[in-house]
């Protein structure tokens, strides 16, 4: 059996933050990401309630930048998703519709990328990704 860790941790190293980000099943009856959108964790937390104990995490989700992966790459695209004012879209989600952890990539644009940016920037200093389905052979499975 495999076992994956998702990291949350507002100090990661003394570097900054570490919000790993994962496939979230939405639809169990599709296949790949088009039954799955993609997810940042920020936080685990768990309650218990009328005897029933509900292990939970709250996420940052992402948009699909389209209906298919793109032609050029292969990989799917995703941005962050926001609400109609312009908040990040934000929720509690179940534990257990968490598949695994998913790569991104910056879609970088032609211009170089500022020396201070440090990787627990990327998921606000860049308005796209791609879900890289080359990350491991998990990842080349599932995000076609």
Same mark, same amino acid.
């Given at each position: /059996?495999?076992?994956?860790? #998702?990291?949350?941790?507002?100090?990661?190293?003394?570097? !900054?933050?570490? $919000?790993? =980000? *994962?496939?979230?099943?939405?639809?169990?009856?599709?296949?790949?990401?088009?039954? /799955?959108?993609?997810?940042? #964790?920020?936080?685990?937390?768990?309650?218990?309630?009328? !005897?029933?104990? $509900?292990? =939970? *995490?709250?996420?940052?989700?992402?948009?699909?930048?389209?209906?298919?992966?793109?032609?050029?790459?292969?990989?799917?695209?995703?941005?962050?998703?926001?609400?109609?004012?312009?908040?990040?879209?934000?929720?509690?989600?179940?534990?257990?519709?968490?598949?695994?952890?998913?790569?991104?990539?910056?879609?970088?644009?032609?211009?170089?990328?500022?020396?201070?940016?440090?990787?627990?920037?990327?998921?606000?200093?860049?308005?796209?990704?791609?879900?890289?389905?080359?990350?491991?052979?998990?990842?080349?499975?599932?995000?076609?």
């Amino acid at each position: /059996m495999h076992r994956e860790y #998702i990291c949350t941790a507002p100090m990661w190293r003394q570097e !900054g933050p570490r $919000y790993d =980000c *994962a496939f979230i099943i939405m639809d169990p009856e599709l296949e790949g990401m088009r039954g /799955m959108d993609v997810a940042c #964790i920020l936080c685990f937390f768990s309650f218990k309630t009328g !005897g029933i104990f $509900y292990p =939970c *995490a709250i996420v940052q989700w992402f948009d699909h930048l389209g209906e298919a992966p793109d032609e050029l790459t292969g990989m799917w695209m995703v941005c962050p998703s926001f609400t109609c004012n312009h908040q990040r879209n934000l929720a509690v989600i179940h534990v257990d519709t968490i598949f695994r952890a998913v790569h991104l990539i910056p879609i970088y644009r032609q211009d170089f990328v500022p020396q201070e940016i440090a990787p627990c920037h990327s998921y606000n200093a860049f308005c796209g990704f791609y879900v890289n389905r080359f990350a491991d052979h998990h990842a080349f499975e599932i995000a076609y």
